[in-house]
Every structure is written in structure tokens, then in C-alpha cells.
T-cell receptor, first 115, second 111 residues
Framework: EAQVTQNPRYLITVTGKKLTVTCSQNMNHEYMSWYRQDPGLGLRQIYYSMNVEVTDKGDVPEGYKVSRKEKRNFPLILESPSPNQTSLYFC??????????????FGAGSRLTVL | KQEVTQIPAALSVPEGENLVLNCSFTDSAIYNLQWFRQDPGKGLTSLLLIQSSQREQTSGRLNASLDKSSGRSTLYIAASQPGDSATYLCAVLGNTDKLIFGTGTRLQVFP
């Protein structure tokens, strides 16, 4: 089954404890992206990647890092999480640039709470 | 800066009703507009994508229209069913190749 898999799905952590949210897709997609969703603000893009070793900032990149060493994986790293990073995170992928009318496939989401 | 607004924020209707969800955006220079469905505990599912040169797209009981000049899109759901209960999000793609999402309309269809 074609899918985007995120782990963990739920996580409670404490301020300053580094964590990684993994994202993997099995569709050989070139484009991958991370979003966060907060009440009243909608989904906002954190980082995206057009292909292996190519990443770029989205609208809210502060406090996050990403890497794209393999086509299928796009982990989101929080080096020193803070309470304002408590949110619902989504990873998504697409076969190509979104301007090419390529549709995003989303993971099921990772709910992160930082105490 | 592109802003996307969805009205109403929540909607509750009896089964069988036809309904319209609204989406407005401030910058008409868009590549496309997309409608997504979000179910609790699940990710977003793409419903319809309308290119900027198109006026509407249809999929089953769903019909989405786009009026780029006025910055508006509507999602029409015919003969609503309880299984249609979800949050519906619209998103516009501008020339930065980034999707800008609205905050969604939470729909409840009761039997």
C-alpha cells in the first residue's frame, strides 16, 4: 500500500530533550515536506525537500532541522524542544513539484507535547 | 502575503442535505486550489485539485468551483451522509510552490 509513515504517533517530552520524528514514504516520491497544525492557524510548512540532499525552509523553520540522505526518508529533528513546539505534525510527499499539479500524500500525524 | 479563510468554521446538518463550504483567498496569482479532508487520527486526504485555468472539478458527490478573479472557491457536497463528517481544508498554491492552508470547516452530518 502506498503510504507515508510517521513515528512516533504520540510523544510527550520535556523541554530541551532532543527528539526525532521519522517520516518514510514508499512511493519513490521526490518531494517531501513537514507541516505543523495548530488551532486557529491551519497547517504551516516547516521544511521541504525537492530531492535527496536538497532541503529548504518553509514558513516556520525556527527550532527544527531536517535531512534528506535517502529518497524515502525525511526526519524532523527538534534539537532542544520548547513548549511552543507542542503541536500536531504532518509529513507529506509528492511525486514532483506542487506547481506541476502533483497531489500531496499525508502521513497520519504525530502529536507532540513538550512540557 | 497570501491568506486563506474558510467560512463557516463549523457546520452541523441533517443527513441528505446539500451543502456548500466556502474558501476565500487574498492573492489571485495562484497555480491551483485544492480541497482536503481531515479525519481525526488520520492525515489529510486530497479530494479535488482545480488548476488556475479551470472553473470546476467534480468527483462523485463533490463539486469544487474556482473564481480566481474574486478569490473564492466553493466545495459543494450533494446528499450529505454521516460518513462525510470531517474537517474540510482548502489550500492555494502560489508562485512560491508552497501550499497555504485555511483553518478548515468542521462538518458534522447527523442521521
Amino acid at each position: 500500500e502506498a503510504q507515508v509513515t510517521q513515528n512516533p504517533r504520540y510523544l510527550i517530552t520535556v523541554t530541551g530533550k532532543k527528539l526525532t520524528v521519522t517520516c518514510s514514504q514508499n512511493m519513490n516520491h521526490e518531494y517531501m515536506s513537514w507541516y505543523r497544525q495548530d488551532p486557529g492557524l491551519g497547517l504551516r510548512q516547516i521544511y521541504y525537500s525537492m530531492n535527496v540532499e536538497v532541503t529548504d525552509k518553509g514558513d516556520v523553520p525556527e527550532g527544527y532541522k531536517v535531512s534528506r540522505k535517502e529518497k524515502r526518508n525525511f526526519p524532523l529533528i527538534l534539537e532542544s524542544p520548547s513548549p511552543n513546539q507542542t503541536s500536531l505534525y504532518f509529513c507529506a510527499s509528492s511525486s514532483g513539484r506542487l506547481s506541476g499539479a502533483n497531489v500531496l500524500t499525508f502521513g497520519a500525524g504525530s502529536r507532540l507535547t513538550v512540557l | 502575503k497570501q491568506e486563506v479563510t474558510q467560512i463557516p468554521a463549523a457546520l452541523s446538518v441533517p443527513e441528505g442535505e446539500n451543502l456548500v463550504l466556502n474558501c476565500s483567498f487574498t492573492d489571485s496569482a495562484i497555480y491551483n486550489l485544492q480541497w482536503f479532508r481531515q479525519d481525526p487520527g488520520k492525515g489529510l486526504t486530497s479530494l479535488l485539485l482545480i488548476q488556475s485555468s479551470q472553473r470546476e472539478q467534480t468527483s462523485g458527490r463533490l463539486n469544487a468551483s474556482l473564481d480566481k478573479s474574486s478569490g473564492r472557491s466553493t466545495l459543494y457536497i450533494a446528499a450529505s451522509q454521516p460518513g462525510d463528517s470531517a474537517t474540510y481544508l482548502c489550500a492555494v498554491l502560489g508562485n512560491t510552490d508552497k501550499l497555504i492552508f485555511g483553518t478548515g470547516t468542521r462538518l458534522q452530518v447527523f442521521p
